[in-house]
């Protein structure tokens, strides 16, 4: 994302989507597991969220003061490599990969169950129009599109105040609008499971899903205008109040009008439903709300490559995604997001609740590593009232330690069996990936001073195939590197059997007399590289000499034109791999004939 | 194929295999059309083939004056172009394509057939089982082994031998085994249409889908051992006389014993089965049955690509397919073929009868365009007795000929308009590329002697990153190059406000004092491109110098490591192709860390 210096209010829409679509699925979460012990357990629903928003209340004011101690960005694993060490690092790089991944799916299903809800008669389209939008963020990311963090401004201020709006209206009339809902209950009469505390902690769990996302103003600090932590901590702290306030208002709703899940209808859309009937309003914030859930995707698309470049930089992840500057290395990481949650989209069939189990507990696992490891922050740095602050990063790190292990007793059979497996694969491969780019350092020598540099004499060898301008200027070029070239040209029996070619062009280069000699190369079967290097290796044997090969390519004016040109250039470039000592040049030449 | 100078039998399995198998779907496609008739109607399958054998007389006649005429080899496209222009020779090169991709498809299809013809369990399978010949075929190919003709000679021969010898037996016991056969019969009880001359011809012209293959030999003339053209002769009569044998035995059999036909039963399977009873030898001939229909298949593998560099040298395809020699190139040739063949059978569902409408269009347009060519020919040369060889060639063309106007209109609606709208595709395809290379060619003036080169004073860039035995590497050879060398190094403010790695690699290069200077390039964003082409810039218009821009890489032990390096190149290099006067060079340092 570019430096944009923005403000608060634009804070919240381009940092805190993620955190503040949560309550489309979050309180739905809830539900859907307290529905299993029938109606009577519905009541739960509100201390439930109660305890989740205390969570909430834990969290701002822990990352209010990770701004405060990292002002330069201060992501799970920024913090965690700065106080906890190397190694809880990659779990919290490995958990953030899982989070954003699951992110974009959970956002998108959420997003296309608010637009099915509102339209029932899509239901059956759930998965395509859920493939549909990701294609659409996926082009516009790779488009460059994708980071225009004021774009967002509007739909974010429609969503906040048309869905608090909303949550008054139905607060203020106690009955709710009694239409009927699409969709039937799913609703147990009887219920399955008795109200355990097992239950309780599921809901729970579930219920926390809510809270993803709460860490992302804290990463993006630097781009607030001055005075930057301060601004920052206003827009944790507005998101923490408007988040807590839309999380209590559904809760209180939901119970009052005895919500339970609905086939084709989440809870939100039944909430929105009995508040304002199914009228306009409904409508207008519906929609909204399936935009700004592609939205919230669509910052996760912006996320991944600033914590890959960092694995790169510390050489856990290939270097090539340091340069998350340059356009093609950004946008294979798009490309790796968009198939990654495309795939668990078509898995779980569009269903948001099913994905759930996976959520919460890579984002957790960051909140944990987070608090703790700024706990050591403080207690290494100690500055004013650095005590007080340790005790509120170690109650946050305490309470998401506690919950991430909640999660991950009480789903690991819906699917956290699934994180459990892939965070340590993630930690293996940065691992092993680590461990090469070590050796290789070694074997290169890389820090200590090596010998002197010292130049050979050059021979340049340029391939031709014809005489044209192309050739003129190749043969220029290599006359600038060296003095000794040799131009080769490779003909296959057929073409000598016709004598066409092969005479026209040692006739035409006796005629130009350009200085440097043509060789012509002789081959049985159509093979182009065979000869060359086979002619190349016998020059490199003969005299200390650098080699350089100056293959001359043209560049077509457009892109399907270049299907047509310079397959050689490839063909020979990856056959000379194998020596080392031999420079492979190329000489462009741009063309602009179209046809 | 390698020149493995081959004899007449040797001729036969590597080159007539497609017209041999062709009994496989030749016969049934008669019955199949007779039997929309009635039972009334399928005695005509003796007549029919009668036609049919005679025609395949004529074409061996015709062929063996091709194989007189182009002992270079003379396909249906190099024998059009050199008689009849440019414009009949894609027309030509076109109907081959679709020809090499049915012949793939139908041949599978076929021997899948046998298969479940003689294992009747297998019938659901019928894709999954065509998919994966296809694939065995194409992985054999891409290694490189799908051209030993040798291994060809042992499943040929059984092949042959075992046909003939089931229809011997079949013709020596008048009555046939009343064994009940699997399936269940297709015929209509009452016929759907009467016996008319369409009728007829529809059968005729599905029946001519057995003559496809025999212009194989024609081409593969220089494969045999001297005297060439001698023995390919001989080979052509020996395919003329055994395929004719075997589809007037069929015929007859078919005829005697009402062979009509049936569900899950090749016609092949079910003459083999009345023959020898379904005990150890149908097994035996049917499983050689299908494997060398995977064989036939197999040879279109290695057709294609030498059509194509034909098609590439004349520039009616891009140059790359002329480099069929180098094994990159000709993998490409083989994906695409195996990928428009089992896109084919998938779309059939494995079925050949499907196929067959559209195969022996495109086989007996290139029939009619050789013969044709050939006429011309012989007008023009005029060697001994050549209004005799005009006149069989003159024949052949008419015959053929009027084949092909019957295939396109009685078998238009079934499928064959597809072959008519695919061969005017192809036409106009090449006929772009051959516009585009010709503007290409004018515009590089190729072929006129162009000024004299000359060269300029060099100015080497070597981007570097740390210091290391590939720096050292890299600097060598740009002295090599010229003495003027810059070495450059890019920061991203990240690493600038750390500052770690910049002040170490200056300090170290001061250290190293290798002659040339070092200039750090500092930037915003995460991108080394953008400074790099930057500096580029300034310095390409810093007088009248030749820019060399050397890119170290280091080429790693295994294919999997090379993902972990070398990115900076891939994106450096493509950033310059705009910049004509810059040469992109790469150093090239090989590593052997194994992990």
Redesign the interface.
Known sequence: MD?EQITPVEGLSALSLDALTSVAYGPEAIIVVLALAGAGSLHLVLPITGAIVALLAILVFSYRQVIDAYP?GGGAYAVSRANLGAGFSLVAGAALIVDYTLTVSVSIAAGVGALTSAFPSLTSATVPICLAILAVITVLNLRGLGASARAFLLPTMLFIVGLLAVIAVGLIHPLGLKESLPGRSLLQTHGLQVVSVLLILKAFSAGCSALTGVEAIANGVPLFREPRVKRAKRTEMMLGLILGAMLLGLAVLARRWHIGPRSNQTVLSQIMGMAVGRHWAYYVVSLTITVVLALAANTSFGGLPILA?LLA?DNYL???F?????R??FNSGIWVLAVLSGGLLVAVGGNTNEMIPLFAIGVFTGFTLSQTGLVVHWWRTRPARWRRRAVINGGGAVVTGIATIIFLISKFEQGAWIVVIAVPAFVLLFV??H???V???L????????????????LVIVPVS????????A?????????DVIAISVR?D??E?EHELSD?LVQ?WT?????PPLRILR????????PICAFIDKERHEGDR?I?V?IPM??ASRWR?R???N??D??L??A?????D????????????P?
């Open positions: 430096k330069g470049s930089r290939p270097h090539v340091g340069l998350r500057g340059d093609q290395v092993r990936i461990t090469y780019y050796k290789v350092a074997e290169l020598g890389v820090g200590t001073v090596p010998a002197k540099p010292a130049g050979k004499r050059t014809n005489m044209s301008q192309l050739t003129r200027f043969i220029s070029e290599a006359l600038s590197l060296s003095p296959t057929r073409t059997g026209d035409e005629q130009w007399n350009p200085g081959t049985e079967y159509s093979s182009i590289v065979e650098q350089v100056l043209v560049v034109y299907l047509l040109h397959q050689i490839l063909v470039s990856s000379l791999r194998k020596h080392a031999v420079i492979v040049a190329r000489v462009q030449m741009p063309l602009d004939t046809v």
